[in-house]
């Protein structure tokens, strides 16, 4: 019996053999049949080639021309808003009361304008001690004048010794000197009452107000701060080389947070450079404040463009830049309708063209023809088929998107 089982195990293992070497030879027969078949293809497609036929085009595009033109030459910016000049109004007096505030922060004053008012009563007190003081020197004044005099004339008749008319004499400048200071305090005490009523010491606007109803002055407190005309300037920040390129006179766009755009004239540009940032500033005039001050206001930040002249840019759609790894490349037509991908550096775009600084050659020929639109699904070799109209190209175009969405 277990003989018979031993005989069973070895036909089957033996038909197993047998089995898996015929399916290696079957599968060996089917790899040299493919690979004659695709032989066969490669021999076709060849003698193909060789006879001239055309490869089926990729895609339907439009081309563009390089075109050489006078572009505005502009440097960007960025800067912030501030005051043209900004006063720091104040006060001179010492331990008087603030009566009176007239002004508030925004308000428009004129030069010359009440702004704030002290307490005038203790200085119109002491204006009166000092009108009294003087009234007293020069009726001193006048008594030692008329001894002077006396004396002088008791000289000649020996009545009175030279050392009592030395004594008149100094007597008559010690009282005319107390007069003059007399007078000195007088003036002190009525330009101290005059401290007391604050004017604005120029046109313009008021953009801070730290002064209080009811608080004591201390001298040299800052009450108001006023920007002076109400004329603002924007200070833009350039490095060292750029700030070469711009001089007094030069205009300037600035454009602010809500997108408007000012004008502006450059008035000054730093004589120095920040040795922290390497920048250097520029300001800008922005012109009128009644029609600037309505968009921007002082510690605002801004952008803007100087303008440089005009400079030669050789340009392009902007649509026939399409950006591949990082870099942005373009799609260049030869003879036989094949595209050739070229790797270009951009640099300004104006009015949806694009300036190509370098890729194309400097002295790039108006001949050159590249891809506009469909430039998006070309690869380097393509063959395409070029239409005169950009709505064949975008039927096509969309198709091409079509078909790869499907086969995702």
């Known amino acids: 019996m277990k003989l018979e089982l031993n005989k069973r195990n070895s036909m089957l293992v033996g038909a197993i053999v047998i089995l898996l070497s015929a399916m290696f030879l079957f ?34 595009v439009t081309l563009s021309t390089v075109q050489t033109s006078a572009w505005d030459s502009k440097l960007s910016a960025n800067g912030t808003i ?3 000049q900004e006063s720091v109004i104040g006060t001179e ?25 002290f307490s005038e009563g203790i200085l119109a007190t002491e204006m009166a001690q000092q009108n009294a003081a003087l009234a007293e020197a020069e009726a001193t004044l006048a008594d030692a004048q008329s001894n002077a005099r006396r004396a002088i004339q008791l000289k000649e008749s020996g009545a009175i010794s030279v050392q009592q008319i030395n004594q008149y004499a100094t007597a008559r400048n010690t009282a005319s000197a107390r007069v003059t200071a007399a007078r000195a305090s007088l003036q002190a005490a009525h330009l101290r009452l005059q401290q007391a ?25 800052e009450l108001f701060r006023l920007i002076r005309q109400g004329k603002l300037e924007w200070r833009a920040e350039v490095t060292a080389e750029e700030s070469n390129r711009i001089s007094s006179g030069q205009a300037a766009n600035i454009i602010t947070v809500d997108g408007s755009n000012i004008k502006g004239k450059v008035r000054m540009v730093a004589p120095t450079i920040d040795p922290q940032t390497r920048k250097a500033l520029i300001y800008v005039d922005l012109g009128d404040n009644a029609t600037n001050m309505k968009n921007v206001k002082p510690g605002m930040f801004a952008k803007g463009e100087f303008s440089l002249g005009e400079s030669k840019a050789l340009s392009l759609p902007a649509s026939a830049i399409v950006m591949r790894d990082g870099y942005a490349s373009v799609f260049v037509l030869d003879g036989t309708n094949k595209v050739k991908q070229v790797r270009v550096v ?10 190509i600084n370098s890729g194309l ?29 950009e709505a064949e190209a975008k039927s096509n175009v969309i198709k091409a998107a079509s078909a790869s969405a499907s086969g995702k």
């Open 93 to 117: 007096l010492n331990g008087v009361r603030l009566v009176e505030l007239l002004v508030q922060v925004g308000d428009k004053v004129k030069r010359g304008q009440l702004l704030a008012r």
């Open 82 to 84: 501030a005051a043209w």
């Open 27 to 60: 599968a060996k027969k089917a790899d040299t049949a493919d690979a004659n078949s695709n032989s066969n293809a490669s021999n076709t497609t060849n003698n193909a080639n060789a006879k001239g036929v055309i490869a089926h085009p990729a895609l339907t």
């Open 361 to 389: 050659g400097a002295n790039t020929s108006a001949n050159i023809k590249v891809v506009d639109s469909g430039a998006g699904f070309l690869a380097d070799g393509d063959t395409v088929r070029v239409v005169s109209t």
């Open 346 to 355: 951009v640099g300004r775009i104006q009015q949806g063209r694009a300036e």
């Open 197 to 221: 009523r604050i004017v604005a010491p120029d046109d313009g606007v008021i953009s801070s107000r730290s002064a209080t109803v009811g608080a004591v002055a201390q001298s040299g407190q």
